[in-house]
């Protein structure tokens, strides 16, 4: 599904956190959003799922649409937002006192009353081979998902989100806890999940937003205590080539951030 974002500006109570921003993200393909820490990356990523407003005294001013359907429009629950834009973190958070296979099956059982065994055991499987995981975790389904590397843990937090069937995927620097071998893992993975999803991912890592993005977007701050803009949306080979503006140059040439 396409995201379309149009003068958003997202404020944490009195502070205005991001200013302006509009953009076009595509459907099945993976949006990068780099730039600067503090520029608002995170905090417009959350916008998308409506993750943002659990935090007291947070909104949203502008309108975003996902698949033609305004997420901030009247009477829209969040729940229901959050079911079709999935969510990984920086950080692998599985359960920790669920089974792998529990962790899988976490966001279905907050979203249907009851699943039969056998449909319940193959939404398990088709998650966790979707997420890359199956064969190594296939033999061992019933230990704890903290069992696992972080690398794989961070897979198995990506099949409990696929296992929802979510149209979107937010993932907010989801290599940055990982090692070089893990993060390759999630990189193949990522290529692989976009003929499926819409994906839109943070990162620090420039490199890792040319190898992995079709689009990129470049968020920047003019001060410190200013809001972050979006200060150029483009294809990611443009961007890292012949980007449109000397700021976004600079960045990724490594001169400032
Ligand atoms: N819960 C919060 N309450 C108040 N202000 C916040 C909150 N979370 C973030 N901010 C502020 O909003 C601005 C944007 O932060 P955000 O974390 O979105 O930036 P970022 O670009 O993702 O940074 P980083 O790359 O360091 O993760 C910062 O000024 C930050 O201090």
Redesign the pocket.
């Known amino acids: 599904m396409s995201i379309q974002v149009k003068d958003a500006s997202i404020f ?2 009195d ?1 205005k ?2 200013e302006d921003v509009s953009m076009s993200i595509k459907p099945k393909a993976v949006t990068a959003f780099i ?10 990523l959350r916008t998308l799922n409506r993750m943002h407003e659990v ?1 007291p005294g ?1 909104y949203v001013d502008g309108k975003i649409s996902i698949g033609g359907q305004d997420i901030y429009g009247a009477g829209v629950d969040p729940v229901a937002v959050r079911r079709k834009v999935g969510m990984v973190f920086q950080r692998p958070n599985p359960f920790p006192t669920m089974s792998i296979y529990d962790n899988v099956l976490a966001g279905n059982k907050l979203n249907s009353k009851r699943i039969k065994k056998a449909e319940a055991d193959s939404i398990v499987e088709s998650a966790l081979r979707g997420a890359n995981l199956w064969n190594e975790v296939k033999d061992r389904l019933g230990k704890p998902g903290m069992g696992l590397s972080g690398g794989q843990q961070q897979r198995l937090c990506i099949a409990r989100a696929i296992a929802v069937q979510p149209e979107v995927l937010l993932m907010d ?1 989801p290599c940055s806890a990982l090692d070089p071998i893990s993060t390759a893992a999630i990189e193949d993975l990522i290529h692989e999940l976009k003929s499926d999803y819409t994906i839109v991912i ?1 990162t ?1 890592n420039m490199q890792q937003a040319a190898r992995v993005s079709d689009d990129t977007g470049f ?1 920047n701050l003019k001060a410190a205590g200013q809001p ?1 803009h979006l200060v150029e949306f483009n294809p990611t080979k443009q961007m890292f080539t012949k980007p449109d503006n000397a700021d976004t140059e600079a960045y990724i040439s490594g001169r400032f951030g």
Do not use: D, L, M, N
């Not at 730039?35 to 417009?44: A, D, H, L, Q």
């Open positions: 944490y109570g502070f956190a991001v730039g600067p820490s503090g520029c608002g990356k995170s905090t417009f935090i947070a620097e943070v620090h968020f972050g």
